[in-house]
């Protein structure tokens, strides 16, 4: 038996996700542990009889963190600016695609094929304007995945988790943080076993989303970041959605003590984020309607 998430004594949540637990089987709420629909499925790519071998090999080369055991990948698109994150059991294979690209959704298929994993879902972290995601077409490429996005996004996807849910692939688990403030929908994963959150847009290195479309708004990114993210503990590596001069990951303590933005007062954030005067973004008019449904529109 595992012991219980640590997490919804702060949040108060124990007592309502323990409910849910009951009411959503699939998902796993306050540390009751039930898979989010792994269902045992398999899937037939090329070269998967040779995917115990080749796993072993290439786990000698993966990146890992904190305990060492879960695989994980930051995966780069020059053109948006946008990190994809493969996270995996190194036992079970189980694993997730966080925030893919449509243009790179083959990279990505490739790269799972060529690890010997079995994909079992994508996630996004919330309804981006910038590019449109890889969901639509990875499920294509590998159709027994399911596509993962929070309820509030308005999104179209096979899951919808909630604040307080926990994705579950292999002995991995991920929580789900609402942070919304740069979107309405969006949240933050994070895994407590490993010691790192991927942040999406809320917050990024040495920066935060902007809040100045799609419902954003600078009271509640603040109050989101603060809150739901800064309040980790200092230790934990934060991965961004984007990031535009170079960096790669940054802490929970870096945050707290270099963020430009995030270290000033609730209200010279919002006076700074109603200010910022940013162009209209390049790829809104087409990511948003895409993205809605998953990236699906418009696919061949
Ligand atoms: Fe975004």
Do not use: W
């Amino acid at each position: 038996m595992l012991k219980p998430f640590p997490v919804h004594s702060e949040t108060g949540l124990g007592f309502i996700t323990m409910l849910r637990s009951v009411l959503r089987p699939g998902v796993i709420l306050g540390g009751r542990r039930t898979p989010l629909n792994p269902h045992g499925r398999t899937i037939c790519l090329s070269g998967r009889e040779k995917a115990g071998t080749l796993a072993f090999s290439l786990r000698k080369f993966t990146q890992t963190r904190g305990s060492g055991v879960m695989i994980f990948r930051q995966l780069f698109d020059r053109d948006s600016c946008t990190y994809t994150y493969l996270l995996a059991d190194p036992d079970t294979k189980e694993a997730v695609l966080v925030d893919p690209v449509i243009e790179l959704a083959e990279r990505d298929a490739k790269l799972v094929d060529q690890m010997g994993l079995n994909l079992i879902y994508v996630m996004n972290t919330h309804m981006h304007a910038d590019h449109i995601t890889g969901t639509g077409l990875l499920k294509k490429l590998v159709p027994s995945c399911q596509s993962v996005i929070s309820k509030e996004s308005g999104a179209m996807a096979d899951v919808h988790v909630e604040h307080g849910e926990v994705v579950k692939f292999g002995e991995q688990e991920l929580e789900v943080r609402q942070t919304p403030g740069h979107t309405n929908g969006c949240v933050t994963y994070v895994c407590h076993g490993e010691k790192f959150a991927l942040t999406g847009d809320a917050l990024l290195v040495r920066g935060c989303g902007r809040t100045d479309f799609q419902e954003g708004s600078a009271e509640t990114l603040y109050e989101s970041v603060h809150s739901q993210i800064l309040s980790l503990p200092d230790d934990f590596a934060l991965y961004p959605a984007h990031d535009y001069v170079g960096h790669t990951v940054t802490s929970v303590a870096e945050e707290k003590e270099f963020n430009p933005r995030l270290t000033k007062s609730k209200e010279e954030f919002i006076d700074l984020m109603n200010n910022l005067g940013l162009a209209y973004p390049r790829k809104i008019d087409i990511s948003l309607p895409a993205n809605k449904v998953c990236g699906l529109y418009n696919l061949p």
